[in-house]
């Protein structure tokens, strides 16, 4: 991430300063910012350590090199710093992080070393720490532009036994040029700054809760309440954080905290290139995602309610069985057992080869029509796999799957339901011809149907019996789309991978036909001739083709639908109409 971390603080001799910031350098380090060691022994101790690497070289300046180091430093001189203003020694060159695996360096300092940066920086110290501050003085905050760059501040006071008030005022501040960017981390640096801070106010109550318990600082003030305070401190106007929290490799733990922010923060948001805009299935999964993030948001909240309220033994076993929803359109949220991977289906073409093209044919229908898929089988990773592999002929919004259950469920809930071997099935949606029930036994000759399933030999032990209220003709000519799958499935030339970017392709052809439809029908609100004229164009006008894109337009995403929606509802939308 192309930002720069620091820590400041409200002297109150020299009011704001920066005491500590780490910055990104995707280049060669610049000339003296590793230290006094020679190439030689740097790329040397690169070749040993893997991964991220710190190194600390420091050694004693000549005074040559220190009167040119502080005149072309753009920090401030040290006649105007004290110990509370000052972080690292004279002549400690900083501290240098080297990732090999992106071959980026996080170097800090106490100011950075390009003047433009230290003027940036500078200018979000004083505001962090003086105009630009939340409620109560303590907390996070945003603020910036687009010439100074975006900043996010959180404030936060130390514990000092000897200041104004028993505490110092400071700020970790995250500045970068990219305010989207900064603004979608919000709650990841939220959490890992005030993790940060935590650290720091513990380390410091120690020691201030020690010399408070040595040597009283409020009894003494209040005896000495009509002399100057400042006069009253003996030298000690300003303490290093170090001499605060009581810990003198604190400047190396925040060099490694701020580079392993900045490394994180920036891995975790990672752009994708997208060509062209995103299909039905991508919006869809999106939304899916967004919900299930809300909804365990929601779990955790009312979770955290109930541990606020006393609840005895009974209590704790009640809230086991609200963990997971009863209807989800992904298996694997609601199945606590994972496929053993034996027997199991691995495409359409290995379940036309064991179950026979004639059912497999009246399978596929039944799917494509959006009729509900019933298996029955004591085998659930089985039933689990056919899924997995039938749910790819249809858009991801017309998934409905109850992976495995002990009791019938309804068609308006799922329209794949896999059901353990003891469940009856109500007689209407045996004879419906809206359903189709796969049964799986078990073979009565392991041998009789090994030639059929020569890809897998585990699956020759069952035998599969596939029935309908309707059975599809072997005449019919059913939906396009089906004939061109099956076409697909039979080309021995066309391997796996192939046919299923076939099947994408595919999908997104019949999806943007629903697309078409749904605005000339739902949008548009034209009459049946003209909808009948449409479906011809399209190539759509066989009764199967017609009620597979009824179907298919129940998958469409919220987001196409709202868009639409509201283009008709704006006002140059209806001015353009009339």
């Given at each position: 991430?192309?930002?720069?971390?620091?820590?400041?603080?409200?002297?109150?001799l020299?009011?704001?300063?920066?005491?500590?910031?780490?910055?990104?350098?995707?280049?060669?380090?610049?000339?003296?910012?590793?230290?006094?060691d020679?190439?030689?022994?740097?790329a040397?101790?690169?070749?040993?350590?893997?991964?991220?690497?710190?190194?600390?070289?420091?050694?004693p300046?000549?005074?040559?090199?220190?009167?040119?180091?502080?005149?072309?430093?753009?920090?401030?001189?040290?006649?105007?710093?004290?110990?509370?203003?000052?972080?690292?020694?004279?002549?400690?060159?900083g501290?240098?992080?080297?990732?090999?695996?992106?071959?980026?360096?996080?170097?800090?300092?106490?100011?950075?070393?390009h003047?433009?940066?230290?003027?940036?920086?500078?200018?979000?110290?004083?505001?962090?720490?003086s105009?630009?501050?939340?409620?109560?003085?303590?907390?996070?905050?945003?603020?910036?532009?687009?010439?100074?760059?975006?900043?996010?501040?959180?404030?936060?006071?130390?514990?000092?036994?000897?200041?104004r008030?028993?505490?110092?005022?400071?700020?970790?501040?995250?500045?970068?040029?990219?305010?989207?960017?900064?603004?979608?981390?919000?709650?990841?640096?939220?959490?890992?700054?005030?993790?940060?801070?935590?650290?720091?106010?513990?380390?410091?109550?120690?020691?201030?809760?020690?010399?408070?318990?040595?040597?009283?600082?409020?009894?003494q003030?209040?005896?000495?309440?009509?002399?100057?305070?400042?006069?009253?401190?003996?030298?000690?106007?300003?303490?290093?954080?170090?001499?605060?929290?009581?810990?003198?490799?604190?400047?190396?733990?925040?060099?490694?905290?701020?580079a392993?922010?900045?490394?994180?923060?920036g891995?975790r948001?990672?752009?994708?290139?997208?060509?062209?805009?995103?299909t039905?299935?991508?919006?869809?999964?999106?939304?899916?995602?967004?919900?299930?993030?809300?909804?365990?948001?929601?779990?955790?909240?009312s979770e955290?309610?109930?541990?606020?309220?006393?609840?005895?033994?009974?209590?704790?076993?009640?809230?086991?069985?609200?963990?997971?929803?009863?209807?989800?359109?992904?298996?694997?949220?609601c199945?606590?057992?994972q496929?053993?991977?034996?027997?199991?289906?691995?495409?359409l073409?290995?379940?036309?080869?064991?179950?026979?093209?004639?059912?497999?044919?009246?399978?596929?229908?039944?799917?494509?029509m959006?009729?509900?898929?019933?298996?029955?089988?004591?085998?659930?990773?089985?039933?689990?796999?056919?899924?997995?592999?039938?749910?790819?002929?249809?858009?991801?919004?017309?998934?409905?799957?109850?992976?495995?259950?002990?009791?019938?469920?309804?068609a308006?809930?799922c329209?794949?339901?896999?059901?353990?071997?003891h469940?009856?099935?109500?007689?209407?949606?045996?004879?419906?011809?809206?359903?189709v029930?796969?049964?799986?036994?078990?073979?009565?000759r392991?041998?009789?149907?090994?030639?059929?399933?020569?890809?897998?030999?585990?699956?020759?032990?069952y035998?599969?019996?596939?029935?309908?209220?309707?059975?599809?003709?072997?005449?019919r000519?059913?939906?396009?789309?089906?004939?061109?799958?099956?076409?697909?499935?039979?080309?021995?030339?066309?391997s796996?991978?192939?046919?299923?970017?076939?099947?994408?392709?595919?999908?997104?052809?019949?999806?943007?036909?629903?697309?078409?439809?749904?605005?000339?029908?739902?949008?548009?609100?034209?009459?049946?001739?003209?909808?009948?004229?449409?479906?011809s164009?399209?190539?759509?006008?066989?009764?199967?083709?017609?009620?597979?894109?009824?179907?298919?337009?129940?998958?469409?995403?919220?987001?196409?639908?709202s868009?639409?929606?509201?283009?008709?509802?704006?006002?140059?939308?209806?001015?353009?109409?009339?």
């Amino acid at each position: 991430m192309n930002a720069i971390v620091a820590l400041c603080h409200f002297c109150e001799l020299h009011g704001p300063r920066t005491l500590f910031c780490t910055e990104v350098l995707h280049a060669p380090l610049p000339q003296g910012a590793a230290g006094g060691d020679g190439a030689g022994q740097g790329a040397q101790a690169e070749e040993e350590e893997g991964g991220i690497q710190m190194s600390s070289r420091a050694r004693p300046p000549s005074p040559a090199e220190g009167a040119s180091a502080e005149s072309s430093s753009p920090g401030p001189k040290k006649s105007d710093m004290c110990e509370g203003c000052r972080s690292l020694a004279a002549g400690h060159p900083g501290y240098v992080s080297h990732d090999k695996e992106t071959s980026i360096k996080y170097v800090s300092h106490q100011h950075p070393n390009h003047p433009q940066l230290f003027s940036i920086v500078r200018q979000a110290c004083v505001r962090s720490l003086s105009c630009e501050v939340c409620p109560g003085r303590e907390g996070p905050i945003f603020f910036g532009d687009e010439q100074h760059g975006f900043v996010f501040s959180h404030t936060f006071f130390i514990k000092d036994s000897l200041a104004r008030g028993f505490q110092r005022w400071y700020s970790i501040i995250a500045i970068m040029m990219d305010r989207i960017y900064l603004i979608n981390s919000w709650p990841f640096l939220l959490g890992k700054i005030r993790g940060i801070i935590d650290e720091l106010q513990g380390k410091a109550l120690k020691v201030f809760e020690a010399e408070q318990f040595g040597c009283p600082q409020r009894a003494q003030r209040m005896n000495t309440a009509f002399t100057p305070f400042l006069h009253q401190r003996h030298g000690n106007a300003a303490r290093s954080l170090t001499s605060l929290t009581s810990d003198d490799h604190l400047w190396a733990c925040l060099h490694t905290s701020f580079a392993w922010l900045l490394k994180a923060c920036g891995s975790r948001l990672t752009e994708k290139l997208l060509e062209g805009a995103p299909t039905e299935d991508t919006l869809v999964q999106m939304e899916k995602l967004a919900d299930l993030e809300e909804e365990s948001e929601s779990w955790d909240n009312s979770e955290a309610e109930e541990e606020k309220v006393p609840a005895g033994p009974e209590g704790t076993e009640g809230r086991e069985p609200t963990k997971c929803p009863t209807d989800s359109s992904l298996p694997s949220d609601c199945g606590n057992w994972q496929p053993r991977k034996l027997a199991v289906f691995k495409s359409l073409r290995h379940m036309r080869q064991v179950l026979g093209a004639p059912a497999f044919r009246m399978l596929a229908w039944h799917v494509l029509m959006g009729n509900q898929v019933i298996w029955r089988s004591g085998d659930a990773d089985l039933v689990q796999s056919a899924f997995q592999v039938l749910r790819t002929m249809l858009p991801v919004g017309c998934v409905r799957i109850v992976p495995y259950s002990g009791q019938y469920e309804e068609a308006y809930r799922c329209n794949f339901l896999g059901l353990s071997p003891h469940v009856q099935i109500p007689a209407h949606v045996l004879s419906s011809e809206f359903a189709v029930v796969v049964e799986v036994h078990a073979a009565a000759r392991a041998g009789a149907h090994a030639a059929g399933f020569a890809d897998d030999q585990s699956l020759s032990k069952y035998e599969f019996v596939v029935t309908s209220g309707s059975p599809v003709a072997a005449d019919r000519v059913g939906p396009t789309i089906l004939n061109k799958v099956e076409a697909a499935l039979t080309n021995q030339n066309l391997s796996v991978d192939v046919v299923d970017q076939c099947l994408v392709c595919l999908k997104e052809e019949w999806m943007n036909k629903v697309k078409v439809l749904f605005k000339f029908t739902k949008v548009d609100s034209r009459p049946k001739e003209d909808t009948q004229k449409l479906l011809s164009i399209l190539g759509a006008s066989e009764e199967d083709n017609v009620k597979l894109l009824k179907f298919w337009m129940t998958g469409l995403s919220k987001t196409y639908k709202s868009h639409l929606m509201s283009t008709v509802r704006s006002p140059t939308a209806s001015e353009s109409r009339s």
